[in-house]
């Protein structure tokens, strides 16, 4: 019997990378259920080829316009719309599992109702775990879901832990995460240089193919920042025991340090199918679609330290970690506001940094101890956050 998995953003990067798994296994895998926010022309093809039973877009104007469409084309699925139906479409019982790759804080919400509905779920979107790590990881625990890590780096310390690894780091003789970056696109571009940096030139990583908020989180290293937060929760491992390495190959994926003086790692071409497929069709291995890596060709593997002065988005993620309750949902809500602003020609590269120093320090701290406190801090840190990127754009901050 085929296994049916949801696709939340389906029609971004990931969303499009697990449809080619997918598609390449089709003995084993069904499509259920489809999702996009705007892109309904991109998503109306991708239900002419996979034919899931469910669409799901944002608005009730697209949902109707992109039913007629397929009707026309005598496609059989019933298109929904809302929040609502991205919960529906997360947690229905024909769901095997659940691909979460919908970007930002609007994805937590049908990412819960997966873990929830206790299902497999492959996570690709970030702000499930840090905007509410604790709460997430409880439901997990509490109904038997089971969380397998996308992002690439995630993924490579999932396969290097020990087998039936067991929260925390200890039981398992672990002694270090060691969480690769490849350093984006100004790893050696002069700091002087960077408040004259452009949207497309902050877009342009030098390995990988990412949406553009993606992309200049990259640039900032926030990416990374929100990947040590992800990976506390992932692997129960306190701040101290999380080190970023610049690697700017990507080819070593991340690393695991155990006591006994190993390190293991996991290698191969930057392509996200690897983990994807892995995460798919976890404990066994199948076909990505991805060339074998060619050590030959690569040659060297360089690391670096981080430099936080060049990427202070990566300190602030650190002292939101370390503080924090809401701390690192209010980093995630400013670092959107102000990635946003960016990419409008609103606000400077280097202030995207400024932006989010300010809302951690104006926005008081408190206990994440329900959705409704952490959505809330949310909520506050984007109002904060668009204040200051109105000052700056009047010129009343330096």
Not at 33 to 48: F, G, I, M, P, S
Not at 50 to 59: N, T
Not at 143 to 165: C, K, R, V, W, Y
Not at 215 to 234: C, F, H, P, Q, Y
Request: glycine share 6%.
């Amino acid at each position: 019997m085929k296994k049916l998995i949801t696709v939340l953003g389906a029609t971004g990067s990931i969303g499009v990378s697990t449809l080619d798994v997918v598609a390449r296994h089709p003995d084993r895998y069904g499509v259920f259920a489809l999702t996009a926010h705007r892109q309904v022309d991109k998503l109306y093809e991708q239900c002419l080829a996979h034919r899931p039973a469910y669409a799901v877009v944002e608005r009730a104007e697209d949902a109707v316009a992109l039913q007629r469409r397929l009707d026309a084309a005598e496609c059989r699925c019933d298109v929904l719309y809302g929040p609502a139906a991205l919960c529906d479409v997360a947690s229905a019982p024909d769901v095997a599992s659940v691909m979460a790759a919908i970007v930002g804080a609007a994805g937590l919400p049908p990412t819960l109702a997966a873990a929830r509905a206790g299902k497999r779920v492959l996570l690709a979107n970030k702000e499930a775990l840090v905007m509410s790590g604790a709460l997430f990881m409880a439901e997990v625990d509490t109904h038997g879901a089971t969380l397998l890590p996308i992002d690439s780096e995630h993924n490579a310390i999932f396969q290097a832990m020990p087998s039936g690894h067991a929260r925390p780091l200890e039981t398992g003789g672990v002694t270090q995460i060691l969480l690769t970056a490849s350093g984006g696109p100004f790893r050696s571009t002069p700091i002087s240089d960077l408040p004259a940096v452009t949207p497309d030139m902050a877009c342009a990583h030098p390995n990988w193919v990412m949406g553009r908020k993606i992309s200049v989180d990259s640039a900032t290293m926030m990416n990374k920042g929100l990947e040590v937060i992800e990976a506390r929760w992932l692997f129960a491992a306190p701040a101290e025991r999380i080190q970023v390495v610049i690697h700017p190959q990507s080819v070593i994926h991340s690393l695991v340090a155990y006591s006994d003086g190993s390190v293991l790692a996991q290698l191969g071409n930057p392509d996200m199918r690897t983990p994807i497929a892995h995460a798919l069709a976890y404990p066994e291995r199948i076909d990505s679609g991805v060339k074998p890596l060619d050590l030959f060709e690569v040659a060297r593997l360089d690391f670096e330290r981080p430099d936080f002065a060049r990427f202070p988005c990566l300190a602030l993620a650190y002292r939101a970690l370390r503080a924090g309750g809401v701390a690192p949902a209010v980093l995630n809500a400013a670092n959107e506001v102000a990635v946003a602003a960016f990419l409008d020609g609103h606000l400077r590269f280097d202030r995207i940094a400024a932006v989010i120093a300010d809302v951690l320090d104006a926005v008081p701290d408190a206990a994440a101890d329900s959705l409704e406190v952490v959505f809330a801090a949310d909520r506050e840190a984007r109002e904060v956050a668009a204040s200051r990127v109105r000052a700056y754009l009047a010129g009343a901050r330096p």
